[in-house]
């Protein structure tokens, strides 16, 4: 007998006896079934599933009645299925199955986060925040891959098809999320041993202005970053010359390392070649403060396991950093 059910979109189900009910099934009915046509038992399908025996029995009645056809032959003493119940079970419990498959898939994406993390990030923040953790990071977490693209431009990442992005400061799109990451960014003035060879070292802000300072922008085309410093309470800007101006801060620090001119960098970019004597702080008295660095991503109900995994890990490792 070749039997089927078929259950449309619209609820209705079409009987074994080609029958039109109006009444929808609903999954916990089918999923009483399935167990109890594996157990044969209603009292163990009432165990597994945490009801009464009488629930399940009423539950099967239920169904029953729904499609119009006996699905177990039931006496005191057994319980089988009927040639119908056999030929339901044949299909439903292989979808069933593939069902609690791709939720025990989701569950584990989440416990054991997996799968291509795509990053978008300054070479700055990679260099200072990213970089020094990425080797723990891949040992912990073996099942994720990390894809990194490093440019200047404040990235739309949803667009760009990135997972997350990392930047200064907290400017964003208002459907970002945006977390610190580390603490706020020191900037000193730094200058290579040679470059003083054949000139004297400023003791002043203003006498800055007698020497080649190398200059950033922002980004390609964007305004010139400027130098302002606190002093005794006061705002300084510094309108500094210098015949090099670049829109990436390792060649900033390249060209001072270089001896080519007076530097205002992030100390912690510049932490090795000071502590190695490539350059050295000058005017230590004055500095600045920067913003923090930030990462955002999307605004989701569910954030990927990859995607948390990721910024709880990189979060968590620059605060024992700074702490």
Partial sequence: ???????????????????????????????????????????????????????????IKNLEAQLNVRLFNRTT?????????????????????LI????????????????M?????????????????MASFLEQFPLINVEISLDNQLTDIVSAGFDI???????????????QLGTVQKRIVVAAPDYFRERSEPQTLAELLKHNCLRQRYCVGGRLYEWK?????????????????????RSVL???????????????FAK??????????ILSQHWALDDAFHLYYPHREHMPGKLRAFVDFMRAANQTKTS
């Fill in 1 to 59: 007998m070749n039997k089927k059910v078929i259950i449309d979109h619209s609820g209705q189900v079409e009987g074994i006896e080609g029958v039109i009910s109006t009444s929808p099934l609903y999954l916990p009915g089918l999923l009483t079934f399935e167990a109890a046509a594996r157990h044969l038992n209603f009292a163990r399908t009432a165990a597994e599933i945490g009801v009464t025996p009488t629930a399940v029995s009423r539950t």
């Fill in 77 to 97: 003493r057994s319980v089988g299925l009927t040639e119908a119940g056999a030929s339901l079970n044949a299909t439903l419990a292989p979808a069933l199955a």
């Fill in 100 to 115: 609690r498959n791709s939720l025990s898939q989701a569950l584990l994406a989440t416990d054991q986060p997996s799968g």
């Fill in 117 to 133: 993390l795509r990053v978008s990030s300054s070479y700055v923040a990679y260099h200072i925040l990213i970089e020094p953790h």
């Fill in 165 to 179: 992005g990392i930047r200064m400061g907290r400017k964003l799109q208002n459907d970002m999320i945006s977390v």
């Fill in 229 to 249: 410093f606190e002093d005794r309470g006061q705002m300084v800007q510094i309108e500094v010359q210098g015949r090099n101006i670049f829109d990436e801060m």
């Fill in 254 to 268: 390249d060209a001072a390392i270089q001896g080519q001119g007076i530097a205002f960098i992030l100390e912690d």
């Fill in 272 to 281: 090795q070649e000071l502590a190695s004597g490539m350059l050295r702080q």
